[in-house]
């Protein structure tokens, strides 16, 4: 489909590092009306104590406080696997409505039976202020935003376009990076090809921000590339690299690879708009670890 590109538009993008889980969150601004987005936030969890926290989501705050930004949109790409979302903390403070590709339905229903989770687990989405489909567009102040399906690596992975800025999630790292796994339930590496062409059509300067680096062969962590770079030098699908070895790649490289740290809270936990699993007769809530399924 033809997309609603502006390269005429740049909004502000603000950056935040989060070092336990490699995991990059973006305050995305227009400049006229300080209005803003706020792109896959992190709430910082303690695996081994079981402890929840909130330093990495209270900078963001602390930024948007500091400039005078107003929040409308509270932005998941897909539902993570490696770090649990900060959203419902941030809309309690900051407001904005919380948002996700509509395919997070699919995601709910196979993890919902992985999980073993009762019927008060809603499978519908409603968890989810907004779920986006894909060529829908939604306004941050004077920006008009735009959303690409870009499934692969999940069913409901999503771009979010915002005039020359694309944010990308884990359908693609900075170009020593290469591509994100296609392994998990739901995942295709033909199809996560297909999404990074349609990606990689879109203007060679458009400016391209990654939700995770690792900085290969230990160079600096960076997390800002272009269209144009990731054409030419990205290690998995540069240089019109060809669907089939594409695929035979992924393929073998994702059968090497171990689950995530955080996979199972954090399914848990962003299946449910970063929510936490309702809490027990004691008052506290609980996380399951399913036995030999992952």
């Not at 973006?26 to 330093?55: C, H, L, N």
């Amino acid at each position: 489909m033809s997309y609603p590109v502006n390269m005429e538009q740049t909004p502000v993008v603000k950056a935040f590092f989060d070092d336990d889980s490699n995991t990059i969150s973006y305050v995305v601004s227009d400049p006229e009306t300080k209005k803003a987005a706020v792109i896959d936030s992190v709430m910082d969890f303690d695996y081994a104590a079981g402890r929840t926290s909130f330093e990495s989501a209270d900078a963001i705050i602390a930024y948007v406080k500091e400039n005078g930004i107003s929040v409308d949109w509270l932005i998941e790409t897909h539902a993570h696997a490696d770090h649990l979302s900060a959203a419902p903390y941030l809309q309690r403070q900051l407001g904005g409505k919380i948002g996700i590709g509509s395919e997070i339905i699919t995601v709910q229903n196979v993890f919902g039976k992985i999980f073993n989770e009762g019927t008060e687990f809603q499978r519908d989405g409603s968890q989810f202020d907004r779920l986006f489909e894909e060529g829908d567009t939604y306004q941050i102040g004077n920006l008009t935003a735009f959303v690409m399906h870009t499934p692969g690596h999940t069913p409901a992975d999503m771009v979010h376009v915002v005039g020359d800025a694309a944010f990308v999630g884990d359908t693609l790292f900075m170009p020593d990076g290469g591509t994100a796994r296609a392994d998990f339930p739901g995942g295709d590496a033909g199809i996560l090809y297909d999404s990074i062409q349609r990606l990689l059509a879109l203007p060679d300067d458009m400016r391209l921000f990654m939700c995770h680096d690792y900085g290969p062969n230990g160079r600096d962590i960076r997390w800002e590339t272009t269209v144009g770079e990731e054409k030419e030098h990205n290690i998995h699908v540069g240089k019109n690299a060809d669907r089939d070895t594409f695929i035979k790649m992924r393929s073998e490289r994702d059968a090497t690879l171990d689950m995530p740290r955080l996979i199972l809270p954090s399914i848990q936990v962003n299946t449910r708009a970063g929510q936490l699993p309702k809490e027990e007769e004691n008052g506290t809530s609980y996380l399951k670890v399913p036995l030999n399924l992952l």
